[in-house]
């Protein structure tokens, strides 16, 4: 268990629906990234948050959006799927941004399906 | 642009065998990086890090090695086993950021 916790584990939807998937980070860490991995792709970074402002963005669609809440846990809420949103979803945390004594530590993810 | 890669895609080796895997990134002012493991289902593993001011980091049975000057870092596995099986990413960090860029990874495979 990385301390990182991720929910659902999986999630099967139809095209043009809305999902929330959940992360909570690391206790102690304030810092939480979203990344996508597609089948055979590596990590692509889509946003991060800090302190429950958001501190960058990447290659993350306008139809993707994300918060933190006061509590640390963070939301991303992913709407009009499309098939190629079928992917797995990573959350990490960090004590701050760019910081870490080992990096990032990653939750397990979730498996979302699009149908 | 942002751009982390890896030279081979697939390794395989036979158990007790040493590895290497290899990574090349694209942006001289990265200043630190890291190796992480990735199991079948399961989210990245922290490895080992290294920041700019270092060449050389050793772990347990890994190494990582880092060449400022061609841009190129490696990950030395000693002894592999068969629990090394993976794919393994290089990721690097900007100053001042807080997102890590990966590159492609390197699918391990360790032959008993």
């Known amino acids: 268990d990385s301390g990182v916790t991720q929910t659902p584990k999986h999630l099967i939807t139809a095209t043009g629906q809305r999902v929330t998937l959940r992360c909570s980070p690391r206790?102690?860490?304030?810092?939480v990234y979203w990344y996508q991995q597609s089948l055979d792709q590596g990590l692509q970074f889509l946003i991060q948050?800090?302190?429950?402002?958001?501190?960058a963005k990447g290659n993350i669609l306008e139809r993707f959006s994300a918060q933190q809440f006061p509590d640390l846990h963070s939301e991303l809420n992913l709407s009009s799927l499309e098939l190629g949103d079928s992917a797995l979803y990573f959350c990490?945390?960090?004590?701050?941004?760019?910081?870490?004594?080992?990096?990032?530590?990653f939750g397990s993810g979730t498996r979302l399906t699009v149908v | 642009g942002e751009n982390v890669g890896l030279h081979l895609p697939t390794l395989s080796v036979q158990e007790g065998d040493n590895s290497i895997i290899n990574c090349a990134y694209s942006?001289?002012?990265?200043?630190?990086f890291i190796w992480y493991k990735q199991e079948s289902g399961k989210g990245p593993q922290f490895i080992i890090d290294?920041?700019?001011?270092?060449d050389k980091r050793q772990g347990q049975r890994v190494t990582v090695l880092l060449n400022k000057t061609v841009k190129h870092l490696s990950l030395q596995i000693a002894a592999t086993q068969p629990g090394d099986s993976a794919v393994y990413f290089c990721?690097?960090?900007?100053?001042?950021?807080?997102?890590?860029?990966f590159g492609q990874g390197t699918e391990l495979s360790v032959k008993p």
């Open positions: 942006n001289s002012a990265s200043d630190y």
């Open positions: 206790s102690g860490d304030l810092s």
């Open positions: 990490a945390s960090s004590v701050a941004p760019g910081q870490g004594t080992y990096g990032y530590t």
């Open positions: 290294i920041r700019s001011n270092m």
């Open positions: 948050y800090y302190n429950g402002e958001e501190r």
């Open positions: 990721a690097e960090n900007k100053p001042g950021g807080g997102k890590l860029i």
